[in-house]
């Protein structure tokens, strides 16, 4: 039975110990029904790591857990680094996929630092990845201002999902600051009928048309629209994070905003400007979106939330 590698999901071991035949007979239809109601990467009910601990090769029985509970559904797509894909199969013979992978703020592979490519999400039974090909990405950017946006937002995102317990983490669901900054994504990352939010609408085509959607509340469109977002929509959400938060400064913004406008895009990217568009996206919904945004100065307690908050309330 293969031996778990750092960071890999569930259902990635699943499908190279499956190619033992003596472990696919015992195991196939256990691990399969476990998989078929929860979550093929991170599904850990107590009746599996029963069955993991009784595995002597496996070291640890929260091997699979998730560190963050704000994941993209399985049915929604994949994302995979094809990087790390490449060096699995050439130290491990096999493909081997991550955890982190499905992490909605983790859309920059932490090893090669480049954008997730996105595959649709995986057929047949849920431990079947690849079946289909790959998405293009939807950009206008070209090749040097999408390097400086990965890299800045690869910054970003190791600043929030670092793995030890920080107060931005993502990994401690409980934590009021972490909320907050989830909110704000969803609030850049929303989808609507026409369009999503400004982490989408500045950097790639509109995403498509859907009638669905003007039935929906907003709570709805943030949740929705984060999840279905492409790796670099998430990216573009990590900067401006970076930005409302202080943790991008002024000198870093300028040097972003003057590497966007040579490639054809004339939006600052100051926090006051990305409150302005934010609310220009949602005007219907705005008053209750202030409402929170505005409770939420006690826990961000810097110039440039309020800033943000001053081109939200106009
Ligand atoms: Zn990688």
Not at 135 to 147: C, G, I
Not at 159 to 171: E, G, W, Y
Not at 245 to 256: A, F, Q, R
Not at 287 to 306: F, G, H, P, Q, W
Request: aromatic share 10%; hydrophobic share 40%.
């Amino acid at each position: 039975m293969p031996v778990i590698t750092e960071d890999e999901s569930l259902s990635s071991w699943a499908h190279r110990a499956n190619l033992d035949v003596q472990f696919y007979l015992q195991s196939r239809e256990r691990i399969s029904s476990r998989l078929f109601y929860g979550d093929p990467d991170f599904d850990s009910t107590p009746d599996l790591k029963t069955f993991l601990a009784s595995r002597e090769e496996i070291v640890s029985t929260n091997a699979f857990d998730s560190s963050t509970m704000w994941t993209i559904p399985p049915g929604v797509a994949d994302f995979v680094c094809e990087l790390c894909l490449r060096d699995s199969l050439k130290n491990h013979h096999a493909l081997i996929f991550k955890k982190s992978w499905r992490y909605v703020m983790n859309p920059i592979c932490n090893s090669h630092g480049s954008l997730l490519s996105t595959f649709p999400p995986r057929s047949t039974d849920r431990m079947q990845y690849l079946s289909n090909l790959p998405r293009s990405m939807r950009t206008r950017l070209q090749h040097k201002a999408l390097e400086v946006i990965v890299s800045t937002a690869h910054q970003q995102q190791i600043r929030l999902n670092s793995s030890a317990p920080s107060i931005t983490s993502f990994a401690i669901t409980t934590n009021r600051k972490a909320e907050v900054l989830k909110f704000i994504a969803q609030l850049f990352l929303h989808s609507g009928d026409q369009t999503g939010g400004i982490a989408s609408f500045f950097l790639t085509s509109p995403r498509p048309r859907n009638r669905h959607r003007q039935a929906m509340g907003w709570r709805l469109l943030f949740i929705s629209g984060a999840v279905e977002s492409s790796s670099l929509e998430r990216a573009c959400a990590l900067i401006m994070l970076g930005i409302v938060s202080g943790d991008i400064g002024e000198e870093e913004i300028n040097t972003l905003t003057a590497v966007l406008t040579s490639h054809d895009y004339f939006e600052s990217l100051a926090p006051y400007d990305l409150g302005r568009l934010s609310k220009f996206m949602l005007p219907e919904h705005a008053t209750s979106i202030t409402k929170r945004l505005n409770e939420y100065v006690s826990v961000m307690k810097c110039d440039a939330y309020l800033k943000f908050l001053r081109g939200f309330e106009l």
